[in-house]
Nanobody, 119 residues
Framework: QVQLVESGGGSVQAGGSLRLSCLAS????????MKWYRQVPGKEREVVAS???????TYADSVKGRFVISQDNAKNTLYLQMNNLKPEDTAMYYC?????????????WGQGTQVTVSS
């Protein structure tokens, strides 16, 4: 069984910072690639940042230069440092990582952590 638990969300004013954490537990991972997504009500979930095994990172255009994705392997924890936050960053943030579901490698999600940015 695998589990992803996000934390670190909260309410901040525009220009502020938050660091999200995602603790991963379990042994059925089929990939080490991890991602941060966000979703607002009525919209599709969008990829914010991704981190590959080789260290390659990618970011959505809307967060480039402001967000940084990183990982502490010893702590099995994924991070998202969010700086210069804007009201449009307000969303529920989720981390994901692929794991085996029987013979299918599919993405698993945490429960999410809410980020609210006020102007």
């Amino acid at each position: 069984q695998v589990q992803l638990v996000e934390s670190g969300g909260g309410s901040v004013q525009a220009g502020g910072s938050l660091r999200l954490s995602c603790l991963a537990s379990g042994y059925d991972w089929c990939s080490t690639d991890m991602k941060w997504y966000r979703q607002v009500p009525g919209k599709e979930r969008e990829v914010v940042a991704s981190l590959e095994l080789n260290g390659r990172t990618t970011y959505a255009d809307s967060v480039k230069g402001r967000f940084v994705i990183s990982q502490d392997n010893a702590k099995n924890t994924l991070y998202l440092q969010m700086n210069n936050l804007k009201p449009e960053d307000t969303a529920m943030y989720y981390c994901s990582r692929p794991a085996w579901d029987s013979t299918l490698c599919r993405e698993y999600w945490g429960q999410g952590t809410q980020v609210t940015v006020s102007s």
